[in-house]
């Protein structure tokens, strides 16, 4: 008589009902988290090129993001910056602005709607000629004058209303310095979401595009942002930043690296997020526009993915969209 099997794994799959019993994982609208580009132009949204269904919206339009985000649920938006180039120069002077689209944006999406939380992204790209997130001289990034302008920068944003600084540079020290500028400034309840894990990625390509700075970028940034090779090195450098103070850890590229998400939840314990970037948003809208997946369903289940690895919420482009057909 043939051996047949004593665990019948399928038993528990044969019926929706009992999949939703066993099911470990969730995605709600309480997990995303909205990534939104801001734009100086005049037009009320502009399509990007490399991102379908992505739009830079203006400051009235970022405010109307705000609203609809409030209505889906979704708790926060991160807010990226595409500046003319004419405000670009070496230093990122335009960083710090007090008035510029940065905290005109924060403003306006504050009074729309106070009850989403706004991050910034802390970093000069957006507003360097050469593209790149620190201060440059004789083609080296420095580090510490570098961290001087970052402080700056969270400074205007959290005087604006903005209510969690989220460094994206990879600079050393400048968790440390930035919440030191902070708490000297009175700003001690404002948060910091560190990009702690940031690799060195393809995957950035399309944001480039979005904010403007693709054609800018003078070589790469490899001596700041971490080679997609490692992983101790990310055990480190997220020790680093919660010693100094982050409140929040993230992990970017996302889907590339569910590992280091695993890795980091597992060793720290900490609230950690991944950021479902540009490009891989570009690869599920790109298949899906030519018919060679399901874009609907790809895109829940590599945000469903980042639950089940351990992120306690996900940074992407899709958020509206996902948090729309969760609402369904
Ligand atoms: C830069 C920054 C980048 C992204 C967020 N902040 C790009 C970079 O490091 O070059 C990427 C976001 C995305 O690809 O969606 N400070």
């Known amino acids: 008589m043939a051996a047949f099997p004593t665990t019948r794994m399928r038993r528990m799959r044969a019926n929706d009902w009992s999949r939703r019993l066993m099911r470990e994982n969730t995605l709600t609208p309480n997990d995303l988290i909205w990534t939104l580009v801001v734009s100086d132009t005049a037009n009320p949204t502009e399509p990007v090129a490399s991102m379908p269904g992505v739009e830079r919206l203006s400051v009235k339009a970022a405010a109307d993001a705000a609203r609809r985000a409030r209505d889906l649920g979704i708790p926060a938006i991160a807010v990226f910056p595409h500046l003319d180039p004419s405000l670009k120069d070496e230093n990122g002077r335009e960083a710090d602005n007090p008035d510029g689209l940065v905290a005109q944006a924060i403003k306006a999406m504050k009074d729309a709607a106070p009850e989403v939380g706004i991050i910034c992204d802390v970093a000069l790209d957006p507003f360097t000629d050469h593209g790149h997130d620190g201060l440059m001289e004789d083609g080296v990034i420095l580090n510490d004058a570098s961290v001087e302008r970052l402080c700056s920068q969270a400074l205007m944003q959290a005087a604006s209303g903005c209510d969690v600084v989220a460094p994206s540079d990879m600079m050393d020290g400048r968790i440390g310095a930035i919440r030191g500028a902070l708490d000297s400034e009175g700003f001690q309840d404002t948060l910091i979401m560190s990009y702690a894990a940031k690799y060195a990625s393809a995957f950035y390509g399309p944001y480039r595009d979005a904010i403007g700075s693709a054609k800018a970028l003078q070589g790469d940034k490899k001596t700041y942002q971490m080679d997609p090779a490692n992983s101790d090195e990310a055990i480190r450098e997220v020790a680093l930043d919660i010693d100094e103070g982050a409140d929040m850890v993230m992990v970017k590229p996302g889907l590339p690296y569910l590992d280091i998400v695993a890795r980091l939840k597992a060793t720290f314990e900490m609230p950690t997020y991944a950021f479902q970037v540009s490009g891989e948003y570009a690869m599920i809208q790109a298949a899906s526009q030519n018919g060679w997946i399901d874009g609907e369903r790809a895109m ?26 969760l609402n369904d």
Do not use: C, N, V, W
């Open 300 to 325: 829940m289940e590599s945000l469903l993915a980042f639950k089940r690895a351990g992120a306690d919420g996900i940074l992407s482009y899709f958020a509206p969209k996902a948090a729309e057909l």
